[in-house]
Structures are given as structure tokens and as C-alpha cells.
């Protein structure tokens, strides 16, 4: 059994900043790529950011600059920092994780159940 849970969502205005993490839990063998996905009130679902094993990023043109992905491998946990918040930023952001679990060899694809990001004035 394996959870992914988000946390770190909330309210804040135009120009602020929010830190999110996902926490991926369980009988977990290992963690391929983790990556942030967004999705805004009445649009389809985003990818925000990537992660890899290695540690390498990637981000969609509209947070590049202003959003920072990382992990902490001990943790089993990512993290996502956010500034200069956008009101177009306002979305439901899941965490997604590609995830070996006990005692399998092949990767699974996890979802968390989302966390709210309201930016508003």
C-alpha cells in the first residue's frame, strides 16, 4: 500500500509566495520521476513541473522563473516553492509519482488527492 498526500496548499495575494510538499509513503522500493500537475476551474489538467531520479527539472513556460521543484530523497518527499504568485496560478495542484513498490521491479503511477492554491487580492 502506497499513499501520495499534498499539503502546504492555501490563500494568498498576488505577488506571495507558498511552499507544497508531497509525501509519498508505504512499502516503497524506490521513486522514479515526481511532478506537479495543475488544474484551474473549468480547464484540463496541467503538467507545472518535473523531477527525475537524478534530479533533473523541468517546468511549462507559464511558472519557469517563479517556480522551484526539489526533492529530498531520504524523505521520499518533493517539494514545490512558488513566488510572485499569479491569480492564474489559482488551481488544484496534485502531486503524481512514479513508484516500485514491495515486492515488485516495475514502476506504478500514483496520484495524491490535490491541494487547493487560491491567489487572490
Known amino acids: 500500500q502506497v499513499q501520495v498526500v499534498e499539503s502546504g496548499g492555501g490563500s494568498v495575494q498576488p505577488g506571495g509566495s507558498l511552499r507544497l510538499s508531497c509525501a509519498a509513503s508505504?512499502?516503497?522500493?524506490?521513486?522514479?520521476?515526481m511532478r506537479w500537475y495543475r488544474q484551474a476551474p473549468g480547464k484540463e489538467r496541467e503538467l507545472a513541473a518535473t523531477?527525475?531520479?537524478?534530479?533533473?527539472?523541468n517546468y511549462a513556460d507559464s511558472v519557469k522563473g517563479r517556480f522551484t521543484v526539489s526533492r529530498d530523497f531520504a524523505k521520499n518527499t518533493m517539494y514545490l516553492q512558488m513566488n510572485s504568485l499569479k491569480p492564474e496560478d489559482t488551481a488544484v495542484y496534485y502531486c503524481?509519482?512514479?513508484?516500485?513498490?514491495?515486492?515488485?521491479?516495475?514502476?506504478?503511477?500514483?496520484w495524491g488527492r490535490g491541494t487547493q492554491v487560491t491567489v487572490s487580492s
Open positions: 523531477i527525475t531520479s537524478g534530479g533533473v527539472t
Open positions: 508505504g512499502s516503497i522500493r524506490s521513486i522514479g520521476a
Open positions: 503524481n509519482a512514479d513508484i516500485i513498490v514491495h515486492p515488485l521491479y516495475t514502476y506504478s503511477n500514483y
